[in-house]
């Protein structure tokens, strides 16, 4: 069998994404329920578990870069990206949206009750709108950085008709440009406000990594790729704290950092076992990260009405609890709808170039499918 490129670190780095997303939420929860602390409070603040959305952030600018070769400078390439990467995130988010909608309707949640009809209809279209505490956030929590996705996914279609370099720079130089007026005149529609965050710039990181990556810069040996792992995570160490705009420098730097040493990591391999592994463990992310939140809460509120205030039920049962829930909630999800989905997604393609000069794009995974 010849070798294959593959991404298994990306894989791999997409999963613990994922699991440093659950392990916030899963701390604050146990701050809240069982130490009586908010968790900027608690003691189990000693690392900011949140940087995985930015290392997510980070991710999906590379693997947008990456995975639409085929795409760049076809007519229409725009209209198969789009559909692509809505089959991707829509459905399992208006499904587990859908489920907190109906959760929150029955427990007679603020979130239901002090919600205007505007924000539920932004929460499913992926558009910034006060929730009922006035904050940019849908319905579905998480779903804030979703937001994000979505926004820079339109200015990726933008320019996905320029070939590769054209487009990847024109997306990255209209990202750097919304950030920056943003900055400079802090406007004050809360839309624009959100869209013009500083953390954005951690799409055009990942775009950025993918120019460094094509160009054959990221070889880093053992040691280095160790040495640079270790500063990533000790600046995150000493940083735990929300750093607000500066986000996409504090967090989204070290975020960069990992996903190159990720990136340096995956290599040609035979092992199809392996690869195999990463490719699992890299698409049950997504689902991972909107399955694990309603676990948490569900859990959050059922133990103290079923169990005593104790240590070993917050320090043990309970993160052990959402463990298997998130892992066969995310399992039921990925096989049932997501899979499906993305299977009759890809069936969409465009015809064979007829215009000399489009290259052969990088195979994404051992499977060919791709990586995000």
């Known amino acids: 069998m010849p070798p294959t490129r593959r991404l298994d670190g990306i894989q791999w780095l997409r999963a613990i994404a994922a699991g440093l997303v659950v392990v916030e939420h899963s701390r604050n929860a146990i701050a809240s329920a069982?130490?009586?602390?908010?968790?900027?409070?608690?003691?189990?603040?000693?690392?900011?578990f949140s940087a995985g959305v930015d290392l997510f952030f980070v991710i999906s600018g590379f693997i947008m870069a990456y995975s639409s070769a085929p795409l760049f400078g076809r007519e229409g390439g725009?209209?198969?990206?789009?559909?692509?990467?809505?089959?991707?995130?829509v459905p399992l988010y208006w499904l587990t949206t859908s489920f907190m909608l109906v959760v929150f309707i029955a427990i007679g949640s603020p979130a239901w009750s002090g919600a205007s009809f505007a924000s539920l209809i932004a929460s499913y279209a992926f558009l910034p709108a006060p929730n009922a505490d006035g904050r940019p956030f849908p319905l579905f929590v998480i779903g804030w950085t979703l937001n994000y996705e979505m926004a820079f996914y339109a200015v990726f279609a933008l320019f996905i008709g320029f070939r590769e370099r054209t487009a990847l720079l024109l997306t990255a130089a209209t990202i750097v440009a919304i950030a920056a007026l943003g900055l400079m005149f802090a406007p004050a529609s809360l839309p624009l406000r959100f869209w013009s965050n500083p953390i954005i710039l951690e799409f055009v990181a990942g775009i950025a990594l993918h120019a460094l990556y094509r160009a054959g810069v990221l070889r880093f040996a053992g040691l280095v790729r160790f040495a640079l792992a270790a500063l990533a995570i000790g600046f995150l160490v000493v940083h735990p704290d929300d750093p607000g705009l500066w986000r996409a420098l504090v967090w989204g730097g070290p975020a960069t950092l990992l996903v190159a040493v990720a990136l340096a990591w995956s290599q040609t391999s035979r092992s199809v076992a392996a690869a195999s592994r990463a490719e699992l463990a890299g698409d049950l992310s997504y689902a991972v990260y909107l399955a694990h939140l309603p676990v948490v809460l569900t859990l959050q509120a059922a133990l103290p009405a079923l169990l005593p205030a104790a240590g070993w039920v917050w320090f043990g049962l309970f993160p052990a609890l959402v463990i298997i829930g998130t892992l066969a909630s995310a399992t039921l999800l990925h096989r049932l709808v997501e899979r499906p989905i993305l299977r009759a997604a890809r069936r969409v393609s465009l015809p064979p170039p007829t215009a000399a000069g489009?290259?052969?794009?990088?195979?994404s995974s051992a499977t060919g499918a791709s990586p995000n």
Request: hydrophobic share 50%; proline share 15%; net charge positive.
């Open 34 to 48: 069982y130490l009586g602390l908010a968790p900027a409070d608690s003691p189990l603040s000693l690392f900011p």
């Open 78 to 89: 725009w209209r198969v990206f789009l559909l692509r990467r809505m089959a991707r995130i």
């Open 358 to 363: 489009i290259r052969t794009p990088l195979p």
